[in-house]
């Protein structure tokens, strides 16, 4: 398998998900704020028409494309590593609830920060949403270690590095104090010491 990815974007989601499961595995790293050019001199939009990353490459040649899909194909394929509950479980169902959430409504709450040019008026209407969002995430976090319950999952690597953005677009998590504890736990994982010191090439 390989994983397309440009550290420090969602993709690195993903890289998380790989190596929790032990899977066997290549990185191809390129650089969105670059070229999106890759190794092998190829674009990005070549193996993803739609233009993003996370891409992941079965061993079949077969591409895979958007984060919801990838984590839980990974979950799947190593069910032992317990990255997501059995298929056809209520608490499944939960774990698409979370992803949806997270893609829907945080991810892309915070993709609209990356416009150089957001009006002010949207950048404070985007603000209070996700301020409404991880006053959410705030009160489930409340009794529970990770999204699901006792168990790290696929969601909680693709929020906490949707979190690992805040700082860069001056976003106070800071209010959230359980958001807070469980990003310190999450950061305390060896694979995500190693996703986080993955750099982007040039
Ligand atoms: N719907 C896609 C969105 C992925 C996405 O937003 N990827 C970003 C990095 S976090 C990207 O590659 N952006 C480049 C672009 O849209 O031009 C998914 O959830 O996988």
């Not at 790293?29 to 092998?40: A, F, Q, S, Y």
């Not at 008026?121 to 319950?149: C, H, I, P, W």
């Amino acid at each position: 398998m390989k994983l397309y990815t440009s550290p420090g974007s969602c993709s690195s989601a993903s890289h998380i998900a790989l190596l929790e499961a032990g899977a066997d595995f290549e990185l191809v790293k390129l650089n969105l704020k670059t070229d999106r050019i890759l190794p092998d001199g190829r674009h990005l939009n070549d193996i993803n028409p739609k233009g993003y990353v996370p891409v992941l490459e079965l061993d079949d040649g077969e591409l895979l494309t958007e984060n919801v899909a990838i984590l839980q194909y990974i979950a799947d394929r190593y069910p032992d590593s317990e990255l997501a509950p059995p298929n056809g479980t209520i608490e499944r169902t939960r774990l698409h609830e979370w992803l949806g959430f997270i893609n829907s409504e945080i991810h892309k709450g915070f993709s609209n920060f990356f416009n150089p040019n957001l009006p002010e008026e949207m950048r404070r209407f985007v603000t209070q949403r996700l301020n409404g969002r991880f006053a959410y995430v705030d009160s489930q976090l409340k009794d529970r270690d990770y999204l699901l319950g006792d168990k790290f999952t696929v969601a909680d690597a693709y929020l906490f590095i949707v979190c690992s953005w805040s700082p860069m677009f001056d976003f106070d998590l800071s209010p959230y104090k359980n958001v807070i504890n469980w990003q310190s736990r999450i950061s305390e994982r060896d694979t995500v010491k190693e996703v986080k010191a993955t750099k982007p090439p040039g």
